[in-house]
């Protein structure tokens, strides 16, 4: 419909065609669209404040206490918004629960700890928002944050908010494993400072210094081993830092790895490979890059994994002539 349109613009001219919707069809202010939204729905998600407050002078409370389709409320829409004022019309209009979830599991603190707002988190601490709520994917707002790189929201949501440090999400990663993974080297000190685990491993048997390792965040793998976690460490597969770092084609990491004196010989999963072994069995110039650098480490070519085949076997069907050489 027009006012949905109108909603989710900002200009004033849409301000005046939603009021001049309203005067002419007062109850299209509850219609929703095929997405399921209603114009409130659509005007705090793009913090059109004035639109807000005009439709909420129609049919206020069945506005405050509706959700769309994912089951977001007024609140979830504005804090998504980032705008202050958005987030204080939808509290003002009686719909000041941070902690209902939507259908995904998100609370209201769950967006403000995606956005990292300061100041809207400190509005969410006015509303009691607890932040151990876990959504879907077990993640509470501190993943959230810690996934962001967002340290000082981290930091108060663990602090001020008794954001638990042992979450843990689906596939058992700790609160380090998320920010190792995404590559955020103060908020993985910050967790370490505030006592998460450094050695506690996750489904898989695998470290913080794995999952950096595999995302190629150099920093925080050089932290890590610095830390106290040995560069060698193996998963439930038998899988090291190097194996996963090479089988992600990180060419940088495994040159740090190395030059903390990873061992190039470990053997890992089913096939007892060697990091070699996987990165012959890669192609594209990373993995070629990572095999080089095996090779000038001392890397052993001819050694057969489990069923037979070396590194010249496996090179020669991916066509790394380096290798073969």
């Keep these: 419909l027009p006012i949905h349109l ?15 919707i309203l005067d002419l069809f007062e109850q299209q202010v509850l219609e929703t669209d095929a997405n399921g939204f209603m114009p409130i729905h659509l005007a705090l998600k793009e913090g059109n404040v004035s639109q807000a407050e005009l439709l909420l002078s129609h049919h206020a409370h069945q506005q405050s206490t509706s959700t769309d389709g994912a089951g977001d409320t007024l609140l979830h829409f504005a804090c998504r ?42 509005l969410m601490f006015k509303l ?13 707002p501190v993943h959230i944050a810690a996934e962001r790189g967002f340290t000082s929201i981290v930091e108060q949501l663990i602090d001020k908010f008794g ?17 190792a993974c995404s590559g955020h080297t103060s908020t993985a000190l910050a967790f370490l400072k505030r006592g998460v685990p450094l050695f506690m ?4 048997g695998a ?22 976690t040995n560069v060698d460490i193996r998963t439930r597969d038998n899988y090291t830092a190097l194996h996963v770092a090479v089988q992600s084609g990180k060419a940088s990491v495994v040159e740090t790895l190395l030059g903390y004196g990873a061992d190039i010989h470990v053997r890992g999963g089913a096939l007892g490979q060697t990091a070699l072994h996987i990165a012959a069995s890669l ?25 037979g085949e070396t590194c010249l076997h496996l090179a020669a069907r991916n066509g790394n002539k380096e290798i073969m050489r």
């Design 163 to 179: 954001g638990s440090i042992r979450a843990r999400t689906k596939d058992g990663s700790t609160l380090l494993h998320i920010a």
């Design 283 to 307: 192609s594209g110039p990373e993995a070629r890059e990572c095999a080089m650098m095996l090779l000038k480490s001392g890397g052993q070519p001819d050694v057969p994994q489990e069923d």
């Design 207 to 228: 470290l913080g210094l794995h999952s950096a390792a595999a995302a190629g965040f150099n920093e925080v793998v050089q932290m890590l081993i610095a830390r106290g």
């Design 128 to 140: 009691h928002a607890n932040a151990n709520v876990h959504d879907k994917d077990d993640k509470t």
């Design 81 to 122: 918004s980032g705008s202050m004022d958005a987030v204080r019309v939808a509290i003002a209009a009686g719909c000041d629960d941070a902690n209902k979830q939507n259908a995904v599991g998100r609370t209201a603190l769950h967006e403000v700890a995606y956005l990292g707002d300061a100041n809207l988190l400190k």
């Design 201 to 204: 491993p996750n489904k898989k």
């Design 6 to 20: 109108a909603c989710a613009r900002k200009s004033k001219a849409a301000y005046f065609i939603v009021r001049q």
